[in-house]
């Protein structure tokens, strides 16, 4: 990462009727990913259950990231990158088939193994020899044997 010079800052502070301080907003650097399926920049939502951004509808997370022009990374991983929500709800990840070696959307699944994964295709199951695939089956197994230990 590159070095430069920026410092997490106070940006406003509120203050009660009395004089006491009651709470501040700030400004700080987050880490945005790009998809890799649409290449637009994704931030990782925060928890629901712990959340450091306001309810304001103003302020909010989604508010803030929508004016900023960023979307929510999902959990789901085109090789081995993450991709937004976005792209996820609109069925747009896809894998390699170790088998065939040619790209599916991801409904085309057929068998999953190992981590990273190393996908085999519904087409191949349907339409390749049985001795082919199955041999496929075991090169990834035993591949892939120690990889959850």
């Not at 979307?71 to 709800?89: A, G, H, N």
């Not at 170790?98 to 190393?118: F, M, S, T, V, W």
Request: hydrophobic share 30%.
């Amino acid at each position: 990462m590159e070095n430069f010079n920026f410092k997490p800052k106070i940006i406003k502070e509120f203050t009660n009727n009395d004089g006491t301080k009651s709470k501040k907003y700030g400004v700080m650097l987050v880490e945005l990913t790009p998809c890799k399926i649409c290449d637009k920049d994704m931030i990782i939502a925060p928890n629901e259950n712990r959340n450091s951004f306001v309810c304001f509808s103003e302020f909010n997370f989604n508010a803030q990231i929508n004016k900023a022009g960023w979307v929510k990374q999902s959990y789901v991983l085109v090789d081995d990158k993450p991709i937004c929500e976005e792209c996820q709800k609109n069925n747009l990840a896809d894998f390699l088939c170790a088998l065939c070696n040619e790209r599916k959307l991801i409904n085309k699944i057929q068998d999953r193994y190992g981590d990273p994964a190393e996908f085999l295709c519904k087409d191949c199951y349907e339409n390749k020899s049985a001795k082919m695939y199955e041999d496929k089956v075991e090169e990834l197994s035993k591949r892939h044997r120690w990889d959850f230990e």
